[in-house]
């Protein structure tokens, strides 16, 4: 059915503001998600550079952006408190907990939601990180490091403002290592459009179509890809120079 003016939208002027408000009411036939960020997901684990990042996060109330985090059947407990907060929570189960937290990153304004993951007696607790990947880095920053991080499973990027943020990433096109395959192709490619851009272009997506240089390639894909570290500008630039990295 076609949206109907009058009908579906309502609209409403503030004149204190001089702009009109509205309310959409849509009921999409699918789950909501994002078309244009990657979704990234992780288990904060020992990584200090998750926990860097988790440590400047800014808790707020849930908005639709945690919702598509979530996903439908979790969108409810988002509102739920933790059982720390409250044991008669509908998010406790028993003494154990799964709550849900709803943060942004003040870096890049992108919605964080943390599940707890709190089992029967307390033994252990883990929480899980649903947030995405940015678009581009902040304006006017350029990297000085790239991090592999097999804790998280996430690729990291270090500005000249020591901003720490996930590398940009174009949805569907996400990066791995110590492969053959289109992971490990992609950041091979994002690592080549790093180096041409002396670490300026650092923006979701690589050029398409076209192969990256074996040498970059052969690295990325190898086993010694496969460990956290951190790459210098310059170490990229050798590695896209020879292959190597030290
Ligand atoms: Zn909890």
Redesign the pocket.
């Known amino acids: 059915m076609t949206y109907q003016h009058n009908n579906d939208l309502y609209l409403t002027y503030s004149p204190a503001r001089g702009y009109w408000n509205f309310v959409l009411y849509v009921e999409p036939s699918g789950p909501p998600v994002s078309a244009i960020n990657a979704g990234r997901l992780f288990w904060l684990s020992t990584s200090r550079y998750a926990t860097e990042w988790r440590d400047r996060l800014i808790a707020c109330t849930p908005n639709a952006l945690h919702v598509m985090l979530a996903g439908q059947s979790n969108a409810p407990e988002l509102w739920h408190p933790?059982?720390?907060d409250d044991p008669q929570?509908p998010?406790a189960i028993g003494d154990g907990?799964?709550?849900w937290?709803t943060f942004y990153d003040p870096v890049t304004g992108l919605p964080v939601a943390a599940n707890?993951e709190?089992p029967l007696g307390r033994a252990q607790e883990r929480w899980q990180y649903h947030t995405y990947a940015p678009l581009s880095l902040p304006e006017n920053e350029r990297l000085t490091v790239l991090v592999i991080d097999r804790e998280t499973g996430l690729f990291w990027v270090r500005t000249d403002h020591e901003t720490l943020q996930i590398l940009p990433e174009r949805q569907s096109n996400g990066y791995e290592v110590g492969y053959r395959g289109g992971g490990p192709t992609e950041l091979a490619r994002m690592i080549e459009k790093i180096v041409r851009s002396d670490g300026q272009d650092v923006s979701a997506g690589t050029p398409r179509p076209g192969m990256p240089d074996k040498k970059v390639l052969n690295w990325v894909s190898s086993a010694a890809a496969d460990r956290t570290q951190e790459f210098t500008l310059d170490q990229l630039k050798l590695l896209c120079r020879s292959g190597m990295v030290a």
């Open positions: 933790c059982v720390y929570s998010a907990c799964d709550c937290k707890h709190l």
